[in-house]
């Protein structure tokens, strides 16, 4: 059996968004024929679990692993995969895993989901690091500080049209940027204590920063159709974003 050394706090507090947003994306589901029912839940940019079809992949600091939860009574961890120190964060992306560490980005094919693959990676200054990806592109946050590293704050854009050579191809400063997430050609950067950075990204090349939200302290976001639920110090904050020019607050679930 797999020994892990999980980091329980940063599960919690990923697994605490998970759960609340299954209650909003339910409602959701409700009033909203095009989301998908086979859907098995979304979890934030800081995420350090996802479910793929009968698979949980599970970060701990260092390793992934794979569990079986075909039969729930039954889970059962079937690999546990050495990738890197100081793992942060996990996303999926067709049959594709997007992992995020303090020192990488680093590319794993699904093609067997019982067996994750390691097509690609890029590395970087150390810092704190999210990833999402988009088409051919991935989206990456870095922040500095005491914590994290020094690199520099900002919005980095990777061409993965290649997932065994991932290009940086720009970068772009925002302050002490976190979770994003993106709708259509619109992406939201959460900067903590800084606000909600809305950035188009109609040309990945060159990002434009249209609108910076700073009502609350913002650490991550899930786009989910018009809705944009917002992980906050306070709790949850949920915008309307069907018109991404004219975005409103709808309502804030206090912890």
Known sequence: M??????????????????LLIGVQSCQKSNDANLSSSSTGIGGSLARFTIVGNF??????????VYDISNPANTTVIKSLYIANDLETIFPNDSLLFIGSQTGMYIYSLSNPSNPVLMGKALHLRSCDPVISKDSFAFVTLKSGRRCGTATDGLYTYDIKDITNPIQIDSFALPTPAGLGYKDTTLFVCCENNGLAIVNIKDPKNPVLKQMITANIFYDVIPLNNLLVCMVKDGIDLYDIA?????????????
């Open 2 to 19: 797999a020994v892990l050394k999980i980091n329980m706090k940063k599960i919690a507090i990923s697994l605490s968004f998970f759960i």
């Open 243 to 255: 018109d991404v020019n004219n975005i409103r607050l709808i309502k804030n679930i206090a912890n």
């Open 56 to 65: 949980l992949y599970l970060l701990d600091d260092a390793t992934l692993s």
